[in-house]
C-alpha cells in the first residue's frame, strides 16, 4: 500500500510502500523508462513493484504493477432488451431540463413515433445518484433552486419517474446531493421518500452492485472522480470515462482515502472491484463518457441539468438530456439525444 509519494531534490521519485511485514522505499529514477508512468501512483492505493534492493531499506524500481482486470476479455453476459442509464437528475433545481424530460418520456412511453423500435425493447433504468438537488449542498444553492423543500423536491422527482411506464424496472442510487449522509457508502434513500414512488421501483446504496437480467452491473455515483482528476496526468471531466478505466485498472472505486470523499470507517471495504463487472455506470460530473476496458463496459450518463451559476465559476461544461441506451444481448451502447 502506498503510504507517501514525494520528489526528490534531483528529480527522482520516492514512494513510500507498506506491507504486514514492514516499508520500504521505492526509487524511480528520473531516467527510468517507468518515470512517467509512476506519475500515476496514488496515495493509499495497492499496488505491485519489482527492482533491485539496495539491502538498506530502498527498492529500485524496474517496474509497476496494478490490480488491474483481467488480461483477457471477459466472457461476454448475455440478459435480453435494453438498459437506460441515467443519473444527476437534480429535480428542485431551476435548472433541471423538465422540458428534455418530458420529450424523454414521450419517447420512452411510446407517444411518438420511433422507427428503431428501441423504446419498447427498454427493460430497465438506472439512476447513478442526485435525484434532486438537495439543500445546502454548495455556497449559493438557495437562489438556484426552484423547490425550497427537500421532501417537495422528492415528490416533484416521484412524479417525473411514475410517468414512466409500469412495466420498467427503475434503479436508484444516491448520491451526495441526495437526503442521505454524506460519508460513503451511502445507504439506499430513506423510506421516508421512497413512498412517493411508484411501480417497479429498486432503492439501492452507493456503491452497489445489481444485475439486470442476468448482466452485472457496479453503479456508483462517482464522486471519486474529483480526486482522480485532480492526482493523474490527462484525466478531466470532459472525459470522465478515462477516470473510471482508472478505477477498473486499481479494483477500486475511490483509491484515494480521505481527500474529497467522505468515507466511513467499516470493518469491510465496499470500493473493492472483486471481479469484473459487464457494466460500470458513473455519474456526477454532469459530462457523458462511454469507453470499453478489457470486457467492461465503462459509462458516464451525464445530466437532466442545464449549466448552473455556481458550474459556470468552476468552467464546468455540462452535457445535459443525453440518454446511453445499452443492448443487454450485445453490450453495444448509444447516444440518444433530448437536448
Known sequence: MVMDIRTTAKGNRVIELEDPTGMILAVIQKDAEIY???SFVLPDEVIGATGISDGNGRLFVRSLLWPDMPNSVQALEKG???ALLISDL??????????????FLLWLNGDVDDPSGLASQVKYMVIAGDVVDGIGIYPGQESDLAIKDIYAQYEAAALCLNAIRKDITVIIAPGNHDIVRQAEPQPA?????????Q????????????SLGGVSALIYHGRSIDDLVLRLPGISYAAPEKAMVEMLKRRHLSPIYGSRVSIAPEHEDHYVISHPPAILHCGHVHTVGIARYRGVAVINSGTW????????????????????IIDLATMKVRKLLFA
Do not use: C
Open 36 to 38: 512517467e508512468q509512476s
Open 80 to 82: 435480453s432488451g435494453y
Open 90 to 103: 437534480h429535480v428542485g433545481s431551476k435548472y433541471f431540463m423538465e422540458d428534455a424530460w418530458q420529450r
Open 189 to 197: 434513500l430513506p423510506e421516508e421518500v421512497q413512498k412517493f414512488f
Open 199 to 210: 411501480g417497479h421501483r429498486l432503492f439501492v446504496g452507493n456503491p452497489a452492485w445489481i
Open 305 to 324: 441539468q442545464s449549466q448552473t451559476d455556481f458550474q459556470k465559476k468552476m468552467n464546468i461544461q455540462p452535457q445535459p438530456a443525453v440518454v446511453p
